[in-house]
């Protein structure tokens, strides 16, 4: 059964269930209508709905929106009695579960931002100017905030200094407590590394008799921090971390239940950092926090503890200014821009038939499978192939080579189905074998782990390879363990619960890493009035350019855009 097919019966189900456990007033198709936005806005991660917009996207049974949806939903019973479902407020529409659950994260984030940080502010305060002096204003100003409050929103698009800012919050942090207890997370296992990488690079040019405390701040995923079970996360209220500051990076990718478990496993007093991008994806998970902390009415709420980067240092060439440009212009005029895009050394935008993969494109792949295999190869003179145990540093390190590469090229899909699509790459490079599973795919193939793992190491999303060994296959990933940098390991298949073919991936799944090289599909041409079911007709164009700035703010030097022709 298609995707989407199957999303249309499970909201067809949950309206008939609604409708029998809290019947309405009198029947009526304008409640299907406003059930089907209210599941359109979980599945992109949002807790509300807009009134005030239109959703081209979404087929509606009755006509009229929003008066006539409004007058309907108000005249059911549906908002106004004590186990009413939905809610209206500020012009927005909400379940009211996730409409109180987030009232009361945004209350508990409030409350926390009026807290003074547990420093010993009587102590003297070392003079960290001449680390100061390399800072814009807005910096300086999140440094002070260290001072200040307990909560710190820190925004910022790529380049704009995010990692310089945070080493120099937890430089000014250091300087007041000697002996506080730092932690960093993120997200995802690439995330969580990424942030390690970043700051301990930064740190290599960071004068400071500090510098060894601060490489040694363990950086996990949010996670492994609450030590999260099948059952739950172990750490809770009555088992707390024991942190006096944490900082959480890649904030638009923290849904409600991670926010919310965080709180509960911090002391009040514990110092919170959050760090993001307002422009990039909201959660896969239901309720978009990061999101919701940046919206007008909640804006002037945090103003006292948010501060926003907007001055640009590191240059990528155009990259910079394609990432700008999807984020300020609506989406048609941007496609307008592209299509004159004349190819650069950095940028490469293309017109293609979306039912076949483009040549260039399937010749890059194969360059970069062809130096896997030889790395792979090389790999195998280091090692006992029966055992396959990274035991000695040659191997270490020719395993390092193998995801190094493997990291530098990524391809990117909107969707997982239809044209363009994870699928669709995935059963091109694997043909009649895509189907056979793990067993049949050949050496060199990228995977991709899609649970977390805590027992061996592994993060949804972690991208690895397959090596094949004399009597069996094993899989090369570089594992989440603290303090341990480009840590590989190759994994047995059998250990792992839930591995797909990952020659590309979803835009969802690459946010909080990098690459050199990203390729990215683009199936919906603006253009294209009428796309199939299996493309992005039921993402509205916000979405829409959220991904696509998502897309092109993972390369850090080059990327490939390819674009479907007209009908």
Known sequence: MKHEEYNK????????????????????????????????????????????????HIELKEDGWPKLHLKELKESGWIDKEQSPIVIHNNQISWRRWFEE????????????????????????????????????????????????????LSGGPGTGKTTTIVSMLVKAVSIKKNINIGLCAPTGKASRRLEETLKKSLSHLKSKYKQKLADIPCLTIH??????????????????????????EMSMVDFSLMQGLLNALNPESQLILVGDTNQLPPIGIGSIWHELHKSNHRLKFKHCSIHLNQIYRSKGE??????????????????????HHASEN?????????????????????????????????????????????NSDAKNA????????????????RKYGYW??????????????????????EGTPVICTRNQSNIKLANGDIGVIIEGINSKYLLFRVNSPGESGNCQLINPAR??????????????????????????????IANQNPTTEELEYEDDEYKKKLLYTAITRTKIKLDLAVAEKN
């Open 421 to 442: 699509s994870v699928e669709h790459i995935n059963k091109t490079f694997l043909g009649k074998n895509f189907e056979e599973g793990l067993s049949k795919w050949p």
């Open 102 to 153: 987030m009232q009361n994260l945004i209350n508990q984030l409030s409350e926390k931002s009026l807290l003074k940080p547990k420093y010993n502010l009587n102590s003297k305060v070392e003079n960290i100017d001449t680390i100061l002096l390399k800072l814009n204003s807005q910096q300086k100003l999140a440094v002070d905030a260290v001072v200040n409050n307990n909560l710190i929103l």
């Open 347 to 391: 940028i490469n935008i293309f017109f293609s038939n979306k039912e076949l993969i483009p040549e260039q494109i399937i010749e890059t792949i194969h360059i970069q499978q062809n130096k896997l295999k030889h790395l792979i190869m090389t790999l195998k003179t280091f090692v006992n192939p029966e055992l396959i145990l990274l035991d």
């Open 9 to 56: 019966r499970l909201i067809k189900k949950l309206i008939e269930t609604l409708k029998k456990r809290i019947p309405p007033e009198k029947e009526s198709n304008y409640l299907d209508d406003i059930v089907n936005l209210l599941m359109d806005s979980l599945s992109k991660g949002e807790v509300y709905f807009d009134i005030n917009k239109s959703y081209p």
């Open 319 to 340: 990259l910079i200014y394609l990432s700008e440009l999807i984020r300020s212009k609506k989406l048609n005029e941007f496609f307008d821009e592209v299509q004159n």
């Open 496 to 525: 792992i619960k839930l591995i797909e073919a990952a020659f590309a991936i979803t835009i969802h799944k690459a946010q909080g890493s990098e690459s050199e090289h990203v390729i990215c599909f683009w199936p919906d041409h």
């Open 399 to 414: 395993a390092e080579d193998i995801l190094t590469c493997l990291e530098s090229l990524i391809v990117l899909c909107p």
């Open 224 to 249: 492994s921090w609450l030590q999260a079970s099948d059952e739950g996360f172990i750490k809770s209220q009555d088992n707390q971390l024991q942190l006096d500051l944490l900082v959480v990076d």
